[in-house]
């Protein structure tokens, strides 16, 4: 039986996978990190929480990055953890570029001295393009940073090539654009919306505040995206990937198309708030997956507005189902409808 070691797998994309690789016969192992709250709700509710091997693991702390590559002894490592919010990484910058930069390098660095056969996927992102300079973008396209965020990833993409380089590990990067669904966190702009819809159509909020409502992304179905990890891992030569769909939408157009499906007019329920708005900002992102077609064999299936509408009746019924008094594993329910957040840039 092959095994599998997942960083992050309470997270959205960690989920799918172990999920998919459940699926495929693999014993899963997945790290996670000491909270103050349980954080194990994307699992439990996919049913596959039973299934998995959890082993705890902090990327800032390097003894616990080997000694979860140590126990588990897998034939694939998928490095998904990181500080993943962009927004975040303009507020934690330090403690972003720790964990989201250098938690590459522990997760290499650990595969290279335990002298352990692994093949390694690192989650590199679209991010790294920052406002791009070509569209759409592929493989080739340059590189510039805009965030925080998106320098730690840069740094993680070049010493993920480094150690293929310098020491033959097989470690890939896959480029991939966003991908969302209903299990996305709730502080992406694609949940957020989803999730406000749901809540506006029942009557349990009244306004969606948004911010940049002009900046375009390429939106795909996270379901479908983490097969391409398990692909790329799965070649005779190790490479890198963009995994996309090659459309692009704004935030306003996702907000108009999620009020649509359930009948209202989102100009008549969203308002924009400078609090959600980023001192750097990407505008516009078109990824290229034609290498990922012909080397991989795979493509998109679920296009934007189909995406858009799982995301809203996903929520809606999940809305439905707590007003009837029904608990299940969820995040939303704790989560509120407004926040009285400040920072430094935002002193009100
Ligand atoms: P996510 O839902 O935010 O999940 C991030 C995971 O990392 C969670 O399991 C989180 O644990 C864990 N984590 C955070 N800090 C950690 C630390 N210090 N030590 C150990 N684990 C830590 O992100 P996602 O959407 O699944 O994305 C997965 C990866 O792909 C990330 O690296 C992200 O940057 C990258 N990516 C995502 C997209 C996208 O559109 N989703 C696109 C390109 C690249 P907790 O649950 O404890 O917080
Ligand atoms: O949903 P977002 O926060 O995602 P973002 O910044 O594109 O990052 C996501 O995708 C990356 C891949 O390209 C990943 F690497 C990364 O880990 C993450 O998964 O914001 C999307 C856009 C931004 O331009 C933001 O300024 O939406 C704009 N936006 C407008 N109003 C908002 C809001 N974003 C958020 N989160 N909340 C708002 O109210």
Redo the contacts with the bound molecule.
């Keep these: 039986m092959k095994k599998a070691l997942i ?8 989920a799918y996978l172990a999920e998919f690789l459940l699926k495929k016969g693999y014993r899963v192992y997945g ?3 000491r ?1 103050s709250t349980p ?1 194990f709700w994307r699992l439990q509710y996919l049913n596959i929480f039973e299934k998995i091997d959890l082993i705890p ?4 702390d390097a003894g616990s990055v080997i000694e979860a590559i140590s126990i588990s002894e897998p034939d694939e490592i998928y490095h ?6 962009v927004g975040a990484s303009f507020e934690q910058p330090i403690g972003t570029g720790a ?2 930069g250098l ?1 590459v390098t522990r997760v290499l660095e650990a595969v290279r001295q335990l002298e352990i056969k692994t093949r390694v996927y690192q ?5 790294l393009y920052g406002n791009a300079q070509e569209t759409p973008q592929t493989e080739k396209t340059p590189f510039k940073p805009q965030s925080p ?1 998106s320098a730690a ?1 840069l740094y993680g993409y070049w010493m993920t090539e480094i150690y293929r380089e310098a020491y033959g590990i097989y470690a890939c990067n896959g480029i ?5 669904s209903p299990i ?2 709730l502080e992406f702009v694609t949940r957020k919306i989803t999730n406000a819809v749901a809540k506006i159509s029942l009557g349990i909020e009244k306004k969606l505040p948004l911010g940049n409502l002009e900046a375009k992304r390429d939106w795909g179905y ?1 379901p479908e995206y983490v097969q391409s990890m398990w692909l790329m891992l799965q070649q005779k030569k190790p490479d890198d990937y963009v995994i996309a769909t090659n459309e692009t939408h704004s935030v306003q157009e996702f907000a108009e198309k999620a009020f649509d499906v359930v009948g209202l007019d989102w100009q008549k329920h969203t308002k924009v708030d400078r609090r959600f708005m980023r001192p750097l900002d990407v505008n516009l992102l078109k990824g290229d997956y034609s290498k990922a077609e012909k080397k991989l064999g795979w493509k998109p299936k679920t296009r934007f507005e189909k995406l858009v509408k799982i995301m809203v009746e996903e929520d809606l019924e999940r809305w439905q189902r707590w007003q009837k008094g029904e608990h299940f594993p969820w995040d939303a329910p704790l989560y509120p409808n407004e926040m009285k957040i400040l920072t430094r840039s935002l002193k009100v």
């Design positions: 960083t992050g797998i309470t997270g959205q994309d960690g790290t996670y990190r909270l954080n693991a902090d990327l800032v998904l953890a990181a500080q993943s919010f964990v989201t938690g989650a590199s992102t679209s991010e965020y990833k991939l654009f966003n991908h969302e996305r966190g996270a």
